[in-house]
C-alpha cells in the first residue's frame, strides 16, 4: 500500500531555532515529492523535489530529496513566529494523472 | 486576480440533508482534486477530474459525488449517504499533465448537526 510518514508529528520550539521535519514514503512509481506550508486555510506550495541530492532553497527554508532511502527533509532556519503551521508532505505517484498522497502533516509552533 | 474560489467559507447543516460545496477556478487548469482533511488525518482524496465531463472516485468517494460540466467549475455534493461528513473541505487544480503541483483554494468548513 502507497503511504507517506512525516515525523514528528508536532513540535514545539522557541524563536531563533532549526528544524528538521521528515517525510519517507513508499509509493509505486514515484514522480516527485512535494511540500506545503498550511496556516490556516489554504495549504500553499513551497518546494517540488525530483532528484536526489539537489537542494532547493527559498529565503530561511531548504529542502532535499533522497530516492535511494525513500525519504525528504524540510529545513527551517532561524525559526520565526510566522513560521507556526502544519507542514505537509505529498508525493505524486503512477501515471500522468498528478494524484498526490499526502501524509498526516507536521505541525510547527515557534514560541516568542 | 488569478485562483481559487470556494465557497462558503462555513456550512452548517443538519444530518440527513445533502449539500452542496462551489470550487471555482480561473486559471485554465485542466485537473481539479476534491480532499477532505480532519484532525491529525492530512489530506484525502474524495474525487479528482483531468478533463470536462470525466472525473474518478478517489480513495474515500462514499457519500460523495461531483459534476464537471465546465472547466473553471468542480461542484461537490456531500450526501446524506456520507456516514461522517463534519469536516474541512479542499479543493485543488492543476495544470496539466506535465505539471505535478497542485494549488489549493481556501477550503469550506462543513459542520453537520
Known amino acids: 500500500e502507497d503511504k507517506v510518514v512525516q515525523s514528528p508529528l508536532s513540535l514545539v520550539v522557541h524563536e531563533g531555532d532549526t528544524v528538521t521535519l521528515n517525510c519517507s514514503y513508499e509509493?509505486?512509481?514515484?514522480?516527485?515529492l512535494l511540500w506545503y506550508k498550511q496556516e490556516k486555510k489554504a495549504p500553499t506550495f513551497l518546494f517540488m523535489l525530483t532528484s536526489s541530492g539537489i537542494e532547493k532553497k527559498s529565503g530561511r527554508l531548504s529542502s532535499i530529496l533522497d530516492k535511494k532511502e525513500l525519504f525528504s527533509i524540510l529545513n527551517i532556519t532561524a525559526t520565526q513566529t510566522g513560521d507556526s503551521a502544519i507542514y505537509l508532505c505529498a508525493v505524486n505517484y503512477g501515471g500522468s494523472q498528478g494524484n498526490l498522497i499526502f501524509g498526516k502533516g507536521t505541525k510547527l509552533s515557534v514560541k516568542p | 486576480d488569478g485562483g481559487i474560489t470556494q465557497s462558503p467559507k462555513y456550512l452548517f447543516r443538519k444530518e440527513g440533508q445533502n449539500v452542496t460545496l462551489s470550487c471555482e477556478q480561473n486559471?485554465?487548469?485542466?485537473?481539479m482534486y476534491w480532499y477532505r482533511q480532519d484532525p491529525g488525518q492530512g489530506l484525502r482524496l474524495i474525487y479528482y477530474s483531468q478533463i470536462v465531463n470525466d472525473f474518478q472516485k478517489g480513495d474515500i468517494a462514499e457519500g460523495y459525488s461531483v459534476s464537471r460540466e465546465k472547466k473553471e467549475s468542480f461542484p461537490l455534493t456531500v450526501t446524506s449517504a456520507q456516514k461522517n461528513p463534519t469536516a474541512f473541505y479542499l479543493c485543488?487544480?492543476?495544470?496539466?499533465?506535465?505539471?505535478?503541483?497542485?494549488?489549493f483554494g481556501p477550503g469550506t468548513r462543513l459542520t453537520v448537526t
Open positions: 509509493v509505486t512509481n514515484f514522480r516527485s
Open positions: 485543488a487544480s492543476r495544470a496539466g499533465p506535465a505539471s505535478y503541483e497542485q494549488y
Open positions: 486559471l485554465n487548469h485542466d485537473a
